[in-house]
Protein backbone atom coordinates (compact mmCIF):
# COMPACT_ATOMS: atom_id res chain seq x y z
CA UNK A 1 0.00 0.00 0.00
CA UNK A 2 1.60 3.46 -0.73
CA UNK A 3 1.79 5.89 2.01
CA UNK A 4 0.55 9.68 1.64
CA UNK A 5 4.45 10.38 1.19
CA UNK A 6 5.11 8.04 -1.42
CA UNK A 7 1.82 9.39 -3.29
CA UNK A 8 3.29 12.61 -3.40
CA UNK A 9 6.92 11.94 -4.19
CA UNK A 10 5.80 10.04 -7.14
CA UNK A 11 3.40 12.30 -8.77
CA UNK A 12 5.99 14.78 -8.23
CA UNK A 13 7.87 13.14 -11.06
CA UNK A 14 4.32 13.28 -13.50
CA UNK A 15 4.20 17.17 -13.00
CA UNK A 16 5.80 19.90 -14.94
CA UNK A 17 9.19 20.24 -12.31
CA UNK A 18 11.15 17.77 -13.76
CA UNK A 19 10.81 19.03 -17.21
CA UNK A 20 11.13 22.47 -16.69
CA UNK A 21 14.04 21.62 -14.38
CA UNK A 22 15.92 20.09 -17.66
CA UNK A 23 15.41 22.40 -19.75
CA UNK A 24 16.48 25.29 -17.14
CA UNK A 25 19.47 23.54 -16.58
CA UNK A 26 20.36 22.73 -19.96
CA UNK A 27 20.51 26.47 -20.77
CA UNK A 28 23.94 26.15 -18.55
CA UNK A 29 25.92 25.44 -21.14
CA UNK A 30 24.60 27.62 -24.05
CA UNK A 31 25.15 30.22 -21.13
CA UNK A 32 28.39 29.59 -20.61
CA UNK A 33 29.38 29.82 -24.33
CA UNK A 34 27.87 33.42 -24.47
CA UNK A 35 29.69 34.51 -21.47
CA UNK A 36 32.89 33.39 -20.82
CA UNK A 37 34.41 34.62 -23.68
CA UNK A 38 33.98 38.05 -21.80
CA UNK A 39 34.66 37.94 -18.38
CA UNK A 40 36.92 34.88 -16.64
CA UNK A 41 35.06 31.81 -14.69
CA UNK A 42 35.36 33.34 -10.76
CA UNK A 43 34.06 36.76 -11.74
CA UNK A 44 31.33 35.46 -13.45
CA UNK A 45 30.20 33.70 -10.95
CA UNK A 46 30.78 36.37 -8.20
CA UNK A 47 28.82 38.42 -10.53
CA UNK A 48 25.47 35.42 -10.89
CA UNK A 49 25.95 34.80 -7.63
CA UNK A 50 26.05 38.42 -6.02
CA UNK A 51 23.12 39.66 -7.98
CA UNK A 52 21.01 36.81 -7.15
CA UNK A 53 21.65 37.66 -3.63
CA UNK A 54 20.70 41.24 -4.78
CA UNK A 55 17.40 40.29 -5.92
CA UNK A 56 16.44 37.41 -3.17
CA UNK A 57 17.45 39.55 -0.19
CA UNK A 58 14.68 42.31 -0.62
CA UNK A 59 12.09 39.79 -1.67
CA UNK A 60 13.14 37.39 1.70
CA UNK A 61 12.67 40.98 3.46
CA UNK A 62 9.59 42.35 1.72
CA UNK A 63 8.10 38.39 2.14
CA UNK A 64 9.08 37.94 5.90
CA UNK A 65 10.16 34.49 4.41
CA UNK A 66 11.29 32.04 7.96
CA UNK A 67 15.08 31.17 8.17
CA UNK A 68 16.23 27.56 8.39
CA UNK A 69 17.03 27.65 12.55
CA UNK A 70 19.97 25.68 13.14
CA UNK A 71 20.95 24.70 9.50
CA UNK A 72 22.14 28.02 8.19
CA UNK A 73 25.57 26.25 8.46
CA UNK A 74 24.36 22.58 6.52
CA UNK A 75 23.08 25.10 4.08
CA UNK A 76 26.14 27.09 3.59
CA UNK A 77 28.51 24.16 3.01
CA UNK A 78 25.69 22.21 0.73
CA UNK A 79 26.09 25.97 -1.25
CA UNK A 80 29.37 25.59 -1.15
CA UNK A 81 29.86 22.10 -2.61
CA UNK A 82 27.16 22.85 -5.30
CA UNK A 83 27.37 26.46 -6.26
CA UNK A 84 31.33 27.26 -6.20
CA UNK A 85 32.90 23.80 -6.42
CA UNK A 86 30.28 22.78 -9.59
CA UNK A 87 30.07 25.82 -11.24
CA UNK A 88 33.31 27.08 -9.89
CA UNK A 89 35.29 24.00 -11.56
CA UNK A 90 33.53 23.07 -14.60
CA UNK A 91 33.58 26.84 -16.12
CA UNK A 92 37.10 26.93 -14.99
CA UNK A 93 38.32 23.70 -16.55
CA UNK A 94 36.19 25.14 -19.58
CA UNK A 95 38.64 28.25 -19.65
CA UNK A 96 41.07 25.59 -19.31
CA UNK A 97 40.35 24.24 -22.59
CA UNK A 98 37.94 21.41 -21.38
CA UNK A 99 36.26 20.50 -24.60
CA UNK A 100 32.17 20.84 -23.64
CA UNK A 101 31.48 17.19 -24.91
CA UNK A 102 33.82 15.89 -22.48
CA UNK A 103 32.59 17.87 -19.65
CA UNK A 104 29.43 16.79 -20.14
CA UNK A 105 30.49 13.27 -20.19
CA UNK A 106 32.36 13.69 -16.94
CA UNK A 107 29.63 15.70 -14.60
CA UNK A 108 27.35 12.93 -15.95
CA UNK A 109 28.84 10.65 -14.35
CA UNK A 110 27.17 12.22 -11.11
CA UNK A 111 24.26 9.53 -11.17
CA UNK A 112 26.24 6.74 -11.03
CA UNK A 113 28.64 8.23 -8.35
CA UNK A 114 25.21 9.57 -6.62
CA UNK A 115 23.95 5.65 -6.68
CA UNK A 116 26.82 4.49 -5.05
CA UNK A 117 26.82 6.70 -1.98
CA UNK A 118 23.10 6.54 -1.25
CA UNK A 119 23.71 4.07 1.31
CA UNK A 120 24.94 6.79 3.14
CA UNK A 121 21.94 8.57 3.47
CA UNK A 122 19.89 5.34 4.11
CA UNK A 123 18.65 5.34 0.74
CA UNK A 124 18.78 1.93 -1.63
CA UNK A 125 18.70 1.46 -5.25
CA UNK A 126 16.74 -0.77 -6.64
CA UNK A 127 18.35 -3.37 -9.62
CA UNK A 128 15.63 -1.86 -12.13
CA UNK A 129 17.27 1.87 -11.10
CA UNK A 130 21.15 0.46 -11.81
CA UNK A 131 19.74 -0.40 -15.00
CA UNK A 132 18.77 3.11 -15.59
CA UNK A 133 21.37 4.47 -14.93
CA UNK A 134 23.58 2.61 -16.96
CA UNK A 135 21.46 3.24 -19.70
CA UNK A 136 21.49 6.92 -19.28
CA UNK A 137 24.98 6.98 -18.91
CA UNK A 138 25.15 5.04 -22.07
CA UNK A 139 23.36 7.99 -23.72
CA UNK A 140 24.95 10.78 -22.66
CA UNK A 141 28.07 8.79 -24.70
CA UNK A 142 26.47 8.73 -27.50
CA UNK A 143 25.17 12.21 -27.35
CA UNK A 144 28.63 13.77 -26.67
CA UNK A 145 31.23 11.24 -28.25
CA UNK A 146 31.66 12.82 -31.98
CA UNK A 147 32.23 16.45 -29.46
CA UNK A 148 35.20 14.77 -27.25
CA UNK A 149 39.02 15.53 -28.24
CA UNK A 150 41.89 14.85 -25.87
CA UNK A 151 44.05 17.46 -27.91
CA UNK A 152 46.23 19.69 -25.77
CA UNK A 153 44.26 18.54 -22.60
CA UNK A 154 45.78 20.00 -19.69
CA UNK A 155 45.82 17.80 -16.67
CA UNK A 156 44.60 20.83 -14.66
CA UNK A 157 41.16 21.18 -16.97
CA UNK A 158 40.80 17.38 -16.15
CA UNK A 159 41.42 17.76 -12.46
CA UNK A 160 38.77 20.83 -12.22
CA UNK A 161 35.72 19.01 -14.06
CA UNK A 162 36.33 15.96 -11.77
CA UNK A 163 36.36 18.49 -8.73
CA UNK A 164 32.92 19.43 -10.08
CA UNK A 165 31.72 16.01 -10.57
CA UNK A 166 32.68 15.35 -7.16
CA UNK A 167 31.35 18.85 -5.35
CA UNK A 168 27.93 18.72 -6.92
CA UNK A 169 27.92 14.87 -5.83
CA UNK A 170 28.30 15.48 -2.27
CA UNK A 171 26.88 18.72 -2.29
CA UNK A 172 23.63 16.83 -3.30
CA UNK A 173 23.90 14.15 -0.65
CA UNK A 174 25.05 16.50 2.34
CA UNK A 175 21.61 18.68 1.14
CA UNK A 176 19.30 15.44 1.20
CA UNK A 177 21.13 14.35 4.59
CA UNK A 178 21.18 17.65 6.76
CA UNK A 179 18.52 20.27 5.44
CA UNK A 180 16.35 18.29 2.31
CA UNK A 181 13.05 21.03 3.63
CA UNK A 182 13.91 24.95 3.24
CA UNK A 183 12.10 28.10 2.30
CA UNK A 184 13.41 28.44 -1.08
CA UNK A 185 14.00 32.27 -0.64
CA UNK A 186 16.06 32.10 2.30
CA UNK A 187 18.17 28.64 1.69
CA UNK A 188 19.22 29.61 -1.87
CA UNK A 189 20.30 33.01 -0.54
CA UNK A 190 22.55 31.34 2.24
CA UNK A 191 24.03 29.46 -0.43
CA UNK A 192 24.74 32.27 -3.13
CA UNK A 193 25.76 34.28 -0.19
CA UNK A 194 28.46 31.74 0.71
CA UNK A 195 29.32 31.38 -2.64
CA UNK A 196 30.35 34.47 -2.95
CA UNK A 197 31.97 34.73 0.45
CA UNK A 198 34.21 31.68 -0.73
CA UNK A 199 34.78 32.76 -4.23
CA UNK A 200 36.26 36.23 -3.76
CA UNK A 201 39.54 35.68 -2.70
CA UNK A 202 40.31 32.82 -5.12
CA UNK A 203 39.10 35.35 -7.94
CA UNK A 204 41.56 37.86 -6.30
CA UNK A 205 44.32 35.59 -6.66
CA UNK A 206 43.67 34.10 -9.15
CA UNK A 207 42.34 36.36 -12.22
CA UNK A 208 43.19 40.21 -10.27
CA UNK A 209 39.30 40.73 -9.52
CA UNK A 210 38.28 43.67 -8.56
CA UNK A 211 35.18 46.05 -7.99
CA UNK A 212 35.89 47.86 -11.00
CA UNK A 213 35.28 44.95 -13.04
CA UNK A 214 38.29 45.79 -15.19
CA UNK A 215 38.63 42.14 -16.69
CA UNK A 216 34.46 42.23 -17.74
CA UNK A 217 34.20 42.90 -21.33
CA UNK A 218 30.67 44.78 -20.98
CA UNK A 219 28.75 44.04 -24.32
CA UNK A 220 24.77 42.70 -24.97
CA UNK A 221 26.01 39.01 -25.22
CA UNK A 222 27.38 39.39 -22.21
CA UNK A 223 24.61 41.17 -20.53
CA UNK A 224 22.18 38.57 -21.45
CA UNK A 225 24.08 35.47 -20.62
CA UNK A 226 24.54 37.23 -17.53
CA UNK A 227 20.72 38.13 -16.73
CA UNK A 228 19.69 34.69 -17.79
CA UNK A 229 22.48 32.91 -15.85
CA UNK A 230 20.60 34.64 -12.46
CA UNK A 231 16.91 34.55 -13.45
CA UNK A 232 17.00 30.87 -15.36
CA UNK A 233 19.46 29.56 -13.21
CA UNK A 234 20.36 31.34 -10.21
CA UNK A 235 17.11 31.09 -9.12
CA UNK A 236 14.51 29.26 -11.83
CA UNK A 237 16.56 25.96 -12.16
CA UNK A 238 18.23 26.15 -8.29
CA UNK A 239 14.65 27.01 -7.38
CA UNK A 240 13.18 23.51 -9.11
CA UNK A 241 16.00 21.37 -8.33
CA UNK A 242 15.87 21.94 -4.61
CA UNK A 243 12.15 21.77 -4.60
CA UNK A 244 12.65 18.14 -6.16
CA UNK A 245 15.93 17.19 -3.61
CA UNK A 246 13.53 17.73 -0.89
CA UNK A 247 10.52 15.17 -2.32
CA UNK A 248 12.53 12.54 -4.08
CA UNK A 249 15.64 10.62 -3.46
CA UNK A 250 19.00 11.34 -4.60
CA UNK A 251 18.95 8.70 -7.12
CA UNK A 252 16.21 10.13 -8.75
CA UNK A 253 16.71 13.50 -9.33
CA UNK A 254 20.26 13.12 -10.51
CA UNK A 255 19.33 10.79 -13.12
CA UNK A 256 17.04 14.02 -14.64
CA UNK A 257 20.76 15.29 -15.15
CA UNK A 258 21.13 12.32 -17.68
CA UNK A 259 18.98 14.51 -19.94
CA UNK A 260 20.85 17.65 -19.86
CA UNK A 261 23.50 16.94 -22.76
CA UNK A 262 20.64 15.63 -24.89
CA UNK A 263 18.27 18.80 -24.52
CA UNK A 264 21.51 20.77 -24.82
CA UNK A 265 22.19 19.54 -27.94
CA UNK A 266 19.49 20.33 -29.55
CA UNK A 267 19.40 23.80 -27.93
CA UNK A 268 22.90 24.01 -30.00
CA UNK A 269 21.41 22.53 -33.24
CA UNK A 270 18.60 25.64 -33.12
CA UNK A 271 20.70 27.75 -32.29
CA UNK A 272 24.50 27.45 -33.38
CA UNK A 273 23.78 25.05 -36.01
CA UNK A 274 25.78 22.33 -34.55
CA UNK A 275 24.83 19.08 -36.48
CA UNK A 276 22.66 16.25 -34.72
CA UNK A 277 24.69 12.62 -35.43
CA UNK A 278 22.01 9.07 -35.86
CA UNK A 279 24.16 8.28 -32.98
CA UNK A 280 23.35 11.28 -30.93
CA UNK A 281 19.83 10.98 -31.64
CA UNK A 282 19.96 7.26 -30.47
CA UNK A 283 21.60 8.61 -27.51
CA UNK A 284 18.94 10.96 -26.79
CA UNK A 285 16.40 7.97 -26.56
CA UNK A 286 18.56 5.87 -24.27
CA UNK A 287 18.69 8.34 -22.06
CA UNK A 288 15.29 9.00 -21.93
CA UNK A 289 14.57 5.31 -21.44
CA UNK A 290 17.30 4.91 -18.89
CA UNK A 291 15.88 7.94 -16.52
CA UNK A 292 12.73 6.47 -16.72
CA UNK A 293 13.80 3.09 -15.54
CA UNK A 294 15.09 5.14 -12.22
CA UNK A 295 12.64 7.81 -11.54
CA UNK A 296 9.67 4.92 -12.05
CA UNK A 297 8.30 4.02 -8.76
CA UNK A 298 7.81 0.42 -8.25
CA UNK A 299 4.21 -1.02 -7.60
CA UNK A 300 3.39 -1.78 -3.94
Same mark, same amino acid.
Given at each position: ?????????????????????????????????????????????????????????? #?????????????????? #?????????????????????????????? #?????????????????????????????????????????????????????????????????????????????????????????? #?????????????????? @?? @????????????????????????????????????????????????????????????????????????????????????
Amino acid at each position: MNTPAATRAGTAWLSPIPIFFVFLWSTGFVTAKFGLPYAPPLTFLILRCGMAVLVLLP #VVLWSGAPWPRGRIGHMA #VAGLLMQAGYLGGVWTSIKHGMPAGLSALI #VGLQPILTAFAAPLIGERVRPRQWLGLALGLSGVALVVYAKISLAGLAPAAIALCVLALVSITAGTMYQRRFCPSFDLRTGTLIQFAATV #VAIVPLAVWLEGFDLSLS @QV @QWNARFIGALLWSVFGLSIGAIFLLFKLISRNEATQVTSLLYLTPPTTAVMAWLMFGEALSPAGLLGMAVAVVGVAFVVKKEKT
